[in-house]
């Protein structure tokens, strides 16, 4: 018998400073059972970092076709296309000729570093790609927050975002690879 995902709960009030966002989000999130705390939390985080009206999550995991999280005008085009991983080339491709932009998170520590390397140079073709490493301490602490129902609140201010929950605060940022144009 398959396994099911796990839904997860967040209300998630953002403080976007440098945007001018404040929204509330209320996200149900799935899990997806081979899916680990630290990317769930980093999906959230993601999306904090991109939040908008129109930003959704997608089925992640399940679809190979769609991204993590995705903002689609009312035309249906897609706008933003988020990632998380070690993608190969011809998803990255794929992804940005389909998006006007494209952020991917890599967070395997020094496994993406050599994927980085491997990578690099065929990503550099890409102008709307943007490509940032999450550390893996980061992650760890993010999972510090994880709980079947959140209440999160991201501040996000001169390109720094703090995640928190309750007492306890996280530091998400990361090391631009590539920096895509807007």
Known sequence: MALKATIFKADLNISDM???YYASHA???ARHPSEHDERMMLRIAAFALHADEQLSFTKGLCADDEPEV???NYADEIELWIDLGEPDEKRLRKACGRADQVWLYCYGGRA???WWQGMQGKASRFSNLTV???PPETLQQLTTLTERSMQLQATIQDGQ???SSGERSVLVEGEYWQRGQA
Request: aromatic fraction near 12%; proline fraction near 0%.
């Open 18 to 20: 440098d945007r001018g």
């Open 27 to 29: 996200l149900t999130i």
């Open 70 to 72: 995705w903002r689609k």
């Open 112 to 114: 993406s570093e050599i």
């Open 132 to 134: 940032i490493s999450i």
């Open 161 to 163: 975002m703090w995640l």
